[in-house]
């Protein structure tokens, strides 16, 4: 009995931060397909519960910069793989140059 409370308390706890695909796309006036394609190119991940598809609060900001750059500014999904990429790449030097600094304070 412990074990099935705990295990629908974990369930509401986790839908809390998720967001329902569909009511994302109607707000947003945008196709579901959009979001399946997202996340074939490995984009923003979905997480399916009993086949419903939501999507996580945290990748909300992720989610409307993309679709900024696909419809307002025409870049295809293959440009935003590649920005992303590129964001990715720099936010990673970003944090070595710190790394670096910091390390290097030590020895000043």
Known sequence: ML???NYN???IMRTKNLI???EFCVSHDIDVSFITSLHDAGLIEIISIKEQV???REQLSQLEKIIHL???LDINLEGIE???H???KIESLLNEINMLRNHLQLYE
Do not use: D, G
């Open 3 to 5: 074990n099935w409370l």
């Open 9 to 11: 308390y974990c369930q």
């Open 20 to 22: 329902a695909v569909n």
């Open 54 to 56: 939501f999507i996580e």
């Open 70 to 72: 696909y419809f307002e």
């Open 82 to 84: 590649t920005i992303a």
């Open 86 to 88: 590129l964001l990715r």
